[in-house]
């Protein structure tokens, strides 16, 4: 095996789309499609996060969940800020949501 110098490691967790409001989603879609997006404003919980879209959901980075819970919470959705310690707690790199992921049982589920 060739040897590799040291490269950090990460690990996601996919999760449903249905532990985020409709709304929220609407909030997220609409800042991928519209980089003049309300969403992009100072202070907005969107642009605090680090974002990766895809076709069938988007990908958030667990540090900046966890920096944004400690720097300014209140920005912060609380179902985010729960994914937060989700993400602390199991020193998650990034969290996808997919619209074929499972619910995830301790999270807040969204039926909207």
């Known amino acids: 095996m060739k040897a590799w110098g040291r ?4 690990t996601i967790a996919t999760i449903s789309t249905a532990h985020i409001p409709s709304k929220d989603r609407n909030i997220i879609e609409d800042a991928i499609a519209n980089e003049n997006s ?9 642009k605090e996060l ?17 920096r944004t819970k400690k ?5 912060l959705p609380d179902h985010f800020n729960e994914m937060a310690q989700m993400a602390e707690d199991l020193n998650l ?3 996808m949501f997919d619209t074929d992921a499972d619910v995830v049982e301790g999270l807040e589920e969204f039926e909207d």
Do not use: M
Request: charged letters at 20%.
């Open 93 to 95: 790199g990034w969290i």
């Open 71 to 75: 720097e300014n919470p209140e920005c």
């Open 50 to 66: 680090t974002w990766i879209s895809f076709e069938y959901g988007y990908l958030v980075s667990g540090r900046s969940l966890i």
């Open 7 to 10: 490269i950090e490691v990460s």
């Open 38 to 46: 309300d969403a992009y404003s100072e202070g907005h919980w969107v």
